[in-house]
Every structure is written in structure tokens, then in C-alpha cells.
């Protein structure tokens, strides 16, 4: 009798084994749905600068869910006004400081910045900021990202200096999604096989600090004070050349010009480019070329001096240059180079 029952008990415990493995397959499936999930972004400017736009770009991060089959997706983005709603809504949008001062900026679907992304629950007019995205068959959840282009539009001179920032709670990412192909829109979707989804992302936010520094000619080359082509130095030659000043509001200023490479104690010259031989000049302040210009940044007695405020922002300064009559030197070219200062 014992003989007859083994083979019975050997038979049957191979069958419970594979019963189980299959279970332990399914087990991890279950719950798995359709979705799309994200989480916080935020816009950095850096720093900006008065007289000058800036722009950057972020990105959302995404990813979504697919069943045992592809599943296509629609996803739209929207965000709101921000903390800082101004009367005209969100264009522009506003960063603020501490103290209440503003800056304008939006947030842009494209690099062209012309297609403002409007705030939930549907955009308020503006373009729907939509795309596709297919997730492949097989319990798959791919990442991807979306970018956000941002433009603060040239900020005016009165703009004060410091941190600015706009904090957004609501941003809200909507999507469709179907396994016969991308719905045409993101509130499409129904049946067994197709659904629709809102997913908050939560803090998000825009910084930029303005800067509190003056700019000359806003970062870019002075054009150099050119005599020209002279056959004789029996004459006076004059020229102009310009230099622009950028400084935050009620910012004072001091801007000097130093001697040069060549000069003879405070005679300005400009050298030979193969020999030891110059030629003399001078800059000056006024047209009429009566008042040098120099170097005392501390005193502003011979520099050109203004404010942020009180003048033209940027301020545009022309530069008087004039070589005098002298003897006539060896042919060539001439040349120097001199340094501008600015103290504010």
C-alpha cells in the first residue's frame, strides 16, 4: 500500500509548483493603468540687465504608462497667472522683489516667443500648448520633457535692482490617451480602451536677479576713433567714435579715458606699427575739443559724469578725437590703445 501511494504524492506537488510561478508572474501587474505622471520645474533667468531682454529656456518632465498594447497620448500644458496677477492677466506675467517692485516676462510654447502657454483649466484663449506621445505595448513608462521657453522684454532704466522671483501651485498637465491611435485632443477618450487624466505638478517658479551694475556699451566692442588716410599733418584731423552707458536708476557715474600705451607723461600718442616713431592727439569731452578728457574718476574733474536717472538710458557719449598740426612723421600706420574706466 505504501508503494501505490508515493508516486500519487510525486505527481501531485509538480502541479501545485507551476501553479504558483504563475501567480508570482501576474502579481506584479496588477493596478497598472494608463497614465502620465510629473513633477516640479522652474524658470531661471540668471542675471539681467537694464536696457537689455533675456531669455532661457526650461523643461516639464513627464513619463506615461502603456498596457500590454501601444498607447498614444495627447498631453496639453497649462500655467496659471502666477502669485504676481496683474489686471491684464498673464501678458504679461510678473516677477516681484521683496518690496513690491515688478518686472515683466511670459512663458512661451515656442522659440520665437509668440505663442503665450495660458493658464488651466483651458487656456484662456491662447494656443493650446499640445503634443504627442506614444508609449510602446508591454507595461512600459517612458520619461520625456517638454520645453518652456521664457522672455523678459528689455527692462527700462528706472528697474530696480535686486531678486525677483513669481511662484506658480496649479500648473496642470491634461492628457488623453487610446490604443487605436493619438486622440485628437486632450479631453478625448472613453471606452475600454482609451481614458483621459490631469496631473497637478505642484511649487513651481521664475527668478532673475536684475543686476545692480552699469554697463558700458552693453557688453559689446567700441568702435575704434578712425583719422582715416591722411597724406599731410599740415592741418587739423578730427574724428568721433561713440561709447554707451547702462546703469539701474538714480545710479550715478564717472567714466574716464587713461593716456594710452604711448603716452609722454599726459601727451596722448599713437605709434608706428614697425618703428619708434608717433604721432600726437587728443580726446576730448565737447565738440569744440577745448575740454580733455582724462582720468580722474575720484574727483569727476576732467571725466564725463551722469546718473542713471537723469540722463537718457542708455547714455550715449561721442568721444572728440583730434591729431594738430605737427611735423610731418614716417608713412604708416598709426595706433593706440586706450583704456575706458567706469566708477558708479
Same mark, same amino acid.
Given at each position: 500500500?505504501?508503494? @501505490?501511494?508515493?508516486? *500519487?504524492?510525486?505527481?501531485?506537488?509538480?502541479?501545485?509548483?507551476?501553479?504558483?510561478?504563475? &501567480? &508570482?508572474?501576474?502579481?506584479?501587474?496588477?493596478?497598472?493603468s494608463?497614465?502620465?505622471?510629473?513633477?516640479?520645474?522652474g524658470?531661471?533667468?540668471?542675471?539681467?540687465?537694464?536696457?537689455?531682454?533675456?531669455?532661457?529656456?526650461?523643461?516639464v518632465?513627464?513619463?506615461?504608462q502603456s498596457?500590454?498594447?501601444?498607447?498614444?497620448?495627447k498631453?496639453?500644458?497649462?500655467?496659471?497667472e502666477?502669485?504676481i496677477?496683474?489686471?491684464?492677466?498673464?501678458?504679461?506675467r510678473?516677477?516681484?522683489?521683496?518690496?513690491?517692485?515688478?518686472?515683466?516676462?511670459?512663458?512661451y510654447?515656442?522659440?520665437a516667443?509668440?505663442k503665450?502657454?495660458?493658464?488651466?483649466?483651458?487656456?484662456?484663449?491662447y494656443?493650446?500648448?499640445?503634443? %504627442?506621445?506614444?508609449?510602446?505595448?508591454?507595461w512600459?513608462?517612458?520619461?520625456?520633457?517638454?520645453?518652456?521657453?521664457?522672455f523678459?522684454?528689455?527692462l527700462p532704466?528706472?528697474?530696480?535692482?535686486?531678486?525677483?522671483q513669481? @511662484?506658480?501651485?496649479?500648473?496642470?498637465?491634461?492628457?488623453?490617451w487610446?490604443?487605436?491611435?493619438t486622440?485628437?485632443?486632450?479631453?478625448?477618450?472613453?471606452?475600454?480602451?482609451?481614458?483621459?487624466?490631469?496631473?497637478?505638478?505642484?511649487?513651481?517658479?521664475t527668478?532673475?536677479?536684475?543686476?545692480?551694475?552699469?554697463?558700458?556699451?552693453?557688453?559689446?566692442?567700441?568702435?575704434?576713433? %578712425?583719422f582715416?588716410?591722411?597724406?599731410?599733418?599740415?592741418?587739423?584731423?578730427?574724428?568721433?567714435?561713440?561709447?554707451?552707458?547702462?546703469?539701474?536708476?538714480?545710479?550715478?557715474w564717472?567714466?574716464?579715458?587713461?593716456?594710452?600705451?604711448?603716452?609722454?607723461g599726459?601727451? *596722448? *600718442?599713437?605709434?608706428?606699427?614697425?618703428?619708434?616713431?608717433?604721432?600726437?592727439?587728443?580726446?576730448?569731452?565737447n565738440?569744440a575739443?577745448?575740454? *580733455?578728457?582724462?582720468? %580722474?574718476?575720484?574727483?569727476?574733474?576732467?571725466?564725463?559724469?551722469g546718473?542713471?536717472a537723469? @540722463?537718457?538710458?542708455?547714455?550715449?557719449?561721442?568721444?572728440?578725437?583730434?591729431?594738430?598740426?605737427?611735423?610731418?612723421?614716417?608713412?604708416?600706420?598709426?595706433?593706440?590703445?586706450?583704456?575706458?574706466?567706469?566708477?558708479?
Amino acid at each position: 500500500m505504501q508503494l @501505490q501511494s508515493l508516486p *500519487r504524492r510525486n505527481h501531485f506537488m509538480p502541479c501545485v509548483m507551476r501553479m504558483c510561478v504563475a &501567480l &508570482l508572474l501576474l502579481s506584479p501587474l496588477a493596478g497598472w493603468s494608463q497614465q502620465c505622471n510629473s513633477s516640479g520645474f522652474g524658470i531661471a533667468f540668471g542675471t539681467v540687465y537694464i536696457n537689455a531682454s533675456a531669455s532661457t529656456v526650461g523643461s516639464v518632465p513627464y513619463n506615461c504608462q502603456s498596457n500590454a498594447s501601444n498607447t498614444y497620448y495627447k498631453l496639453c500644458l497649462m500655467i496659471p497667472e502666477g502669485n504676481i496677477a496683474a489686471t491684464s492677466g498673464i501678458n504679461p506675467r510678473r516677477m516681484t522683489d521683496y518690496n513690491g517692485h515688478e518686472i515683466a516676462y511670459n512663458l512661451y510654447s515656442d522659440a520665437a516667443f509668440t505663442k503665450i502657454i495660458g493658464p488651466p483649466p483651458s487656456s484662456a484663449g491662447y494656443p493650446d500648448y499640445t503634443w %504627442d506621445f506614444m508609449v510602446p505595448g508591454g507595461w512600459s513608462s517612458p520619461a520625456g520633457s517638454v520645453p518652456v521657453y521664457a522672455f523678459i522684454p528689455t527692462l527700462p532704466s528706472s528697474t530696480t535692482a535686486g531678486s525677483y522671483q513669481a @511662484q506658480f501651485s496649479n500648473v496642470t498637465l491634461k492628457y488623453a490617451w487610446s490604443n487605436k491611435g493619438t486622440p485628437s485632443n486632450c479631453n478625448s477618450g472613453g471606452g475600454s480602451d482609451a481614458g483621459t487624466g490631469t496631473v497637478i505638478i505642484g511649487y513651481n517658479g521664475t527668478t532673475a536677479t536684475v543686476s545692480g551694475s552699469c554697463q558700458i556699451s552693453l557688453g559689446k566692442t567700441i568702435s575704434d576713433l %578712425d583719422f582715416g588716410s591722411v597724406s599731410s599733418l599740415g592741418s587739423v584731423q578730427n574724428s568721433t567714435t561713440a561709447i554707451s552707458v547702462s546703469c539701474p536708476g538714480s545710479t550715478t557715474w564717472k567714466m574716464g579715458l587713461s593716456n594710452g600705451t604711448y603716452a609722454s607723461g599726459t601727451q *596722448r *600718442r599713437m605709434k608706428h606699427s614697425a618703428t619708434a616713431n608717433y604721432i600726437n592727439y587728443e580726446l576730448y569731452r565737447n565738440s569744440a575739443r577745448t575740454q *580733455r578728457w582724462g582720468n %580722474d574718476t575720484t574727483g569727476g574733474t576732467d571725466t564725463v559724469n551722469g546718473s542713471g536717472a537723469a @540722463q537718457t538710458n542708455p547714455t550715449v557719449i561721442t568721444v572728440y578725437g583730434q591729431v594738430p598740426i605737427q611735423t610731418q612723421p614716417t608713412s604708416g600706420n598709426y595706433s593706440d590703445a586706450v583704456t575706458v574706466t567706469l566708477v558708479y
